[in-house]
């Protein structure tokens, strides 16, 4: 049984889906107006370690995650660089695609474009002010009142109504009629340029809230089982998409709510704007491998903060040499019952919301113990073990993915060598290596390699 802390309830539930045995996860995703930073890839890391868990779990999963490609970050960098914004966002999604890769994170099902769903939101916000939900100010922008959605803070837990909401604002932000009102519509402006859509409000853009609600709803139906993302998305930006669907449909938006805690730089929040961000990019080009720093993201406990240092990369690195020597002399087969244990305690610490910390310790107890029998039909434990957390075999070939078809040979073989038929053992071994596949012989069994 899965259990995870729900933001919502602030309790540790069982995790089961609603319908058809399926996860359906939103997860927010980058902002595409340049390279993601480590701080974002810790979210993203965290929603991978909580999809593999949920698949290891023998659930299935729909996730998707959004790219946000229109905003004022978008627009400015496209304006500034003189091309359509399409061809300035184009080029921060491909390199958030590779970005993902090399960290061995699993690919969502959908990754859907707010440019491409400007339809869905203009949908989502009349509907609201058919209701009488939002309002359109002076200039063409249209807001979410809150006054006017009861629940309004229940994400947060904030209680809205003992609060002054009442006074009109100042300044900028005079065209609300509350402070905490939201744009669900933005009105266009100069400095937009040539980016804006037609609307009933006139022409303008989405706000980023709606985008959210809508292309989540669109994918995953108007009550689904899972939403996460950073813990600075808690609010406003999940308490808005909560209000905005649920004051549209009158329907429950989402059952579970999970955040991470952010990636710290010297005690601050990683983050664009304070300039204390590494890039992916800075990493890789430093010599760091997107395993080192996978390991070091899955490595603390998401509800924490991490701090990040250069020195837990150098500890990432002896880590994992550690795993490979000992992968190394691990062999297929029955796996003894001191490794099955070790893989009951792992079940358990993912199983636990997701206790990444403990499920290492599982990891090299299970290294600790394959070293001191000097081997060990262990390789199946590590592979189901690394179904999680994804840095075992990271990009390797090796035994971590044989075909079925070797998988099948495999066995063929254990079967002709255990009735001591060595003619069709030798058989075996050719047409597995027709596949392209050595096999190695050792006293514990059968392990294979790639031939080259
Ligand atoms: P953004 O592009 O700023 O909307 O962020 C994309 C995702 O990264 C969101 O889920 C954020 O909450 C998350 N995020 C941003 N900065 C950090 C950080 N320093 N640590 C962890 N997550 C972060
Ligand atoms: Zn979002």
């Given at each position: 049984?899965?259990?995870?802390?729900?933001?919502?309830?602030?309790?540790?539930e069982?995790l089961?889906?609603l319908e058809?045995?399926e996860?359906?996860?939103?997860?927010?995703?980058?902002?595409?107006?340049?390279?993601a930073?480590?701080?974002?890839?810790r979210?993203?890391?965290f929603?991978?370690?909580l999809?593999r868990?949920?698949?290891?779990n023998?659930?299935?999963?729909?996730?998707v995650?959004n790219?946000t490609?229109?905003d004022d970050k978008t627009?400015?960098g496209?304006n500034?660089?003189g091309?359509?914004?399409?061809e300035?966002?184009k080029?921060y999604k491909?390199?958030?695609?590779?970005?993902?890769?090399?960290?061995n994170?699993?690919k969502?099902e959908?990754?859907?474009a707010?440019?491409?769903?400007i339809?869905e939101?203009?949908?989502l916000?009349s509907?609201?002010?058919?209701?009488?939900?939002?309002?359109k100010s002076?200039?063409?922008?249209?807001?979410f009142?809150?006054?006017?959605?009861?629940?309004?803070?229940k994400?947060?837990h904030?209680?809205?109504?003992?609060?002054k909401?009442g006074?009109?604002c100042?300044g900028d932000?005079?065209?609300k009629?509350?402070?905490?009102?939201?744009?669900?519509?933005?009105?266009?402006e100069?400095?937009d340029?040539?980016v804006?859509?037609?609307?009933?409000?006139g022409?303008?853009?989405?706000g980023?809230h709606?985008?959210?609600?809508?292309?989540s709803?669109?994918y995953l139906?108007?009550?689904?089982?899972l939403?996460?993302?950073g813990?600075?998305?808690?609010?406003?930006?999940?308490?808005?998409?909560?209000?905005?669907?649920e004051a549209?449909?009158g329907?429950?938006?989402?059952s579970?709510w999970?955040?991470?805690?952010?990636?710290?730089v010297?005690?601050e929040?990683?983050?664009?704007?304070l300039?204390?961000f590494f890039t992916?990019?800075d990493l890789?080009e430093?010599?760091?491998?997107g395993?080192?720093?996978?390991?070091v993201?899955?490595?603390?406990?998401?509800s924490?903060g991490l701090?990040f240092a250069?020195?837990?990369?150098?500890d990432a690195r002896?880590?994992?040499?550690r795993?490979?020597?000992c992968t190394a002399?691990?062999?297929?087969?029955?796996a003894?019952?001191?490794?099955?244990?070790h893989?009951?305690d792992?079940t358990?610490?993912v199983?636990d919301?997701?206790n990444t910390?403990r499920?290492?310790?599982?990891?090299?107890?299970?290294?600790?113990?394959?070293?001191?029998h000097?081997?060990g039909p262990?390789?199946?434990?590590f592979?189901?073990m690394?179904?999680?957390?994804?840095?075992?075999?990271?990009?390797k070939?090796a035994?971590?993915d044989?075909?079925a078809?070797?998988?099948?040979l495999l066995?063929a073989r254990?079967?002709?060598?255990?009735?001591?038929?060595?003619?069709e053992?030798?058989?075996l071994r050719?047409?597995?290596a027709?596949?392209?596949w050595?096999?190695?012989d050792?006293?514990e069994g059968?392990?294979?390699?790639p031939?080259?």
């Open positions: 049984m899965m259990k995870v802390t729900n933001s919502l309830t602030r309790s540790l069982e089961k889906p058809n045995n996860i359906r996860l939103y997860t927010c995703g980058p902002t595409v107006y340049n390279y930073h480590i701080g974002n890839f979210a993203y890391v929603e991978d370690i999809r868990t949920i698949l290891f023998g659930m299935k999963i729909r996730q995650m790219l490609d229109v627009i400015r496209a500034a660089a091309i359509p914004l399409t300035y966002t080029k491909d390199a958030f695609f590779a970005d993902l890769e090399t960290l994170i699993q969502a959908v990754y859907p707010a440019t491409d769903h339809p939101m203009i949908a916000v509907k609201l002010v058919e209701k009488g939900i939002a309002y002076e200039d063409g922008s249209v807001y009142s809150v006054r006017k959605f009861p629940g309004y803070g994400l947060a904030i209680d809205f109504d003992h609060q909401t006074a009109r100042l932000e005079y065209d009629e509350n402070v905490g009102d939201f744009a669900l519509w933005k009105a266009w100069e400095s340029g040539p804006g859509w037609d609307s009933p409000w022409r303008g853009r989405p980023w709606i985008e959210c609600s809508a292309m709803m669109k139906g108007e009550t689904f089982d939403h996460t993302g813990i600075d998305n808690l609010f406003p930006h999940h308490e808005n998409e909560i209000a905005q669907a549209a449909t329907k429950p938006f989402v579970t999970m955040h991470c805690a952010h990636l710290r010297n005690g929040k990683m983050s664009k704007s300039g204390n992916l990019r890789t430093k010599g760091w491998t395993r080192e720093i996978r390991y993201l899955t490595n603390a406990h998401y924490q701090n250069f020195s837990a990369l150098e002896k880590s994992l040499r795993i490979d020597e002399k691990a062999t297929e087969g029955e003894p019952d001191w490794a099955k244990k893989l009951d792992f358990a610490a199983n919301d997701l910390p499920a290492y310790a599982a990891l090299f107890g299970l290294v600790r113990d394959t070293n001191a000097g081997g262990v390789l199946g434990v592979r189901r690394d179904e999680v957390l994804g840095v075992v075999f990271f990009g070939s035994e971590a044989v075909p078809g070797v998988k099948a066995d254990a079967a002709a060598r255990a009735a001591k038929n060595w003619a053992s030798d058989r050719n047409e597995i027709a596949l392209g050595a096999v190695k050792g006293k059968q392990s294979v390699s031939l080259k």
